[in-house]
Structures are given as C-alpha cells and as structure tokens.
C-alpha cells in the first residue's frame, strides 16, 4: 500500500522561497510519476507540478517561474520549491502518485495527508 | 475561478439518489476522461472515480460516474450519512496542458 506524507516549514516569509518534501512508502519515484497540489478556500485545488522517472516535469503555467520539482537520490521521496512566495500562496499542499498516460495526467491516487503553509511575516 | 464548474452545494435524504454535476468544454471533459474525488473536512481528496465510468477497489458500487458532450457526473444512490462530504470533478485540459479542478460540491445528507 502506498503511503505519502508531507513535512516542511509551516511559515514561510513573503518573498523567501517554499521548500518542502514528500516521503513515499510502498513505491518508488523511479516506477511512477509524482505530483504536488494545493487547496485554498478561495481557490479550491490547483495542481501545481508533476515528475516522472525518465526525468519528464510539468508545472501549471501560473507557477512555473517560481516552482521546482525534483526526486531524491534515495528514491523514496520528492521535493518542491517555490520561490518568492506571497500570502497569496497560503494553502495545504498536497503531494500525490500521479497515473500518466500519452503525456497527459489522469488522476491522482493516493495523496497524502496535507500540510498547510502560511505565507505571513 | 475554477475552469470545471460544479453548483456550490447540493443535498439529499437517506436512501435518496443524488447527481452532482461538473460542466467544462471541449478541451477538457468534451475530450477527455473525468475522474472524481471525494474530501471530508480536514481530510485529503480521494479517488472517488476515474476513466469516466470507473471504481477503484473499495469504492462502493452506489457510486458511479458518467459524462455526456462537455459535462460530467456523478451519482450516489441509496445516499448515506457518511457520504456527507465535498465532492471534486477533474479532467486533463488540453489547451492548459494541465489538470484541472472543478471547484467542489458540498454535500448535505439531511
């Protein structure tokens, strides 16, 4: 069964940058692609990233300046970063196993639990 | 603003059957396979469906998923109290070259 957790600074200073990665067990970041994705309450879910083993990355057009998705050497994890961050970028993030299929992105199973990241000073 | 639209809310009684609907266009739902997730307050999404019509295992068979033209559904019959959670429609966009959410029903057993 495949678990996910999130973890990573809970407060992030405007115009400092977002880190924060996603633990997997049960899979590997070198058998399925993986995604990053966040809820606010005005915004509702948006997805943010994707990577894939043969090194393949996507990010919604509206972050992809600002974001970077990466995996670990260890493959058992993956990480996010988004610089210069806003309080518009407040939101619990998600990071997911993504089912890709002819370069789209299907769905997303299973997520993990959320972390939320304030962006305040 | 989300580019899948569903009604904010919607309700329905134990036992009843109850659709929630998600509208989009030609270059998402029009085209492409829906899936749909299911969140309970303070809780992560789950998937609800996906390829349209299907069940992950585990997923009651009182749920099912459909689309015709540019819109999406999904049904919930012999409705139950713990089905009371918000509800989310998905589909890849091919304009946006990225997944896209609709902005949640929420769901009220009375």
């Given at each position: 069964?495949?678990?996910?957790?999130?973890?990573?600074?809970?407060?992030?200073?405007?115009?400092?940058?977002?880190?924060?990665?996603?633990?997997?067990?049960?899979?590997?970041?070198?058998?399925?692609?993986?995604?990053?994705?966040?809820?606010?309450?005005?915004?509702?879910?948006?997805?943010?990233?994707?990577?894939?083993?043969?090194?393949?990355?996507?990010?919604?057009?509206?972050?992809?300046?600002?974001?970077?998705?990466?995996?670990?050497?260890?493959?058992?994890?993956?990480?996010?970063?988004?610089?210069?961050?806003?309080?518009?970028?407040?939101?619990?993030?998600?990071?997911?196993?993504?089912?890709?299929?002819?370069?789209?992105?299907?769905?997303?199973?299973?997520?993990?639990?959320?972390t939320l990241v304030t962006v305040s000073s | 603003q989300s580019v899948l639209t569903q009604t904010p809310s919607a309700s329905g009684t134990p036992g009843q059957r109850v659709t929630i609907s998600c509208s989009g266009g030609s270059s998402n739902i029009g085209s492409q396979n829906v899936c749909w997730y299911q969140q309970f307050p303070g809780s992560a999404p789950r998937l609800l469906i996906y390829a349209t019509y299907q069940r992950p295992s585990g997923v009651p068979d009182r749920f099912s998923g459909s689309k015709s033209g540019t819109s999406a559904s999904l049904a919930i019959s012999g409705l139950r109290s713990e089905d009371e959670a918000d509800y989310y429609c998905s589909s890849w966009d091919d304009s946006l070259e990225s997944p896209i959410f609709g902005g949640g029903t929420k769901l009220t057993v009375l």
């Open positions: 069964q495949v678990q996910l957790q999130e973890s990573g600074p809970g407060l992030v200073k405007p115009s400092e940058t977002l880190s924060l990665t996603c633990s997997i067990s049960g899979a590997s970041t070198k058998t399925y692609c993986w995604s990053w994705i966040r809820q606010t309450p005005g915004k509702g879910l948006e997805f943010i990233a994707f990577i894939c083993p043969s090194g393949d990355t996507n990010s919604t057009s509206s972050l992809k300046s600002r974001v970077t998705i990466s995996t670990g050497t260890s493959n058992d994890h993956f990480s996010l970063r988004l610089s210069s961050v806003t309080p518009s970028d407040t939101a619990v993030y998600y990071c997911a196993r993504v089912s890709r299929s002819y370069d789209k992105v299907d769905w997303f199973d299973p997520w993990g639990q959320g | -």
